[in-house]
């Protein structure tokens, strides 16, 4: 039996050249279609703050667990890729992790652990390539 922490709500006009917004008003953006010539931002970009946010946020858990604390210059770049084939469009992405000052066994520790933990990541198993990078 699970507990519902939080859920986000939004409404969504006219798709990729639409409009979204939050339900409590925090978020209220434009959307436009990647290479597009709208001024809003596209569902991958989202996507990929959202990920990065929250993979950021299962790094920290996982160091607690280990006792340790997360540099505070540490960062996440997300980058996801809409794709299409003869089967359709799909999704593949890569997080690019930077963990300065930390060895590399350890940061690896933190981010295979993370990649473990995060609802983005556990997401994305097994239905999208996703390729985790240490820089």
């Not at 010539?37 to 607690?64: D, H, K, R, Y």
């Not at 667990?65 to 770049?77: E, G, I, S």
């Not at 983005?120 to 996703?130: F, H, M, P, W």
Request: glycine fraction near 12%; charged fraction near 20%.
């Amino acid at each position: 039996m699970s507990n519902v922490l939080y859920t986000g709500k939004t409404h969504t006009t006219g798709g990729r050249e639409g409009a979204a917004r939050s339900n409590d008003g925090r978020l209220d953006i434009q959307l436009s279609s990647p290479g597009g010539s709208g001024n809003g931002t596209n569902p991958e970009q989202l996507f990929a703050a959202g990920w990065s946010a929250c993979f950021i946020g299962a790094m920290g858990l996982v160091a607690g667990k280990m006792k340790l604390a997360l540099p505070a210059d540490l960062y996440v770049d997300a980058e996801v890729d809409l794709k299409n084939d003869d089967s359709g469009y799909f999704l593949a992405a890569r997080l690019h992790v930077s963990l300065p000052g930390l060895d590399s066994g350890t940061a690896r520790a933190i981010v295979d652990g993370a990649h473990q933990a995060c609802p983005y990541s556990k997401l994305t198993r097994n239905n999208i390539d996703v390729e985790i990078h240490l820089i």
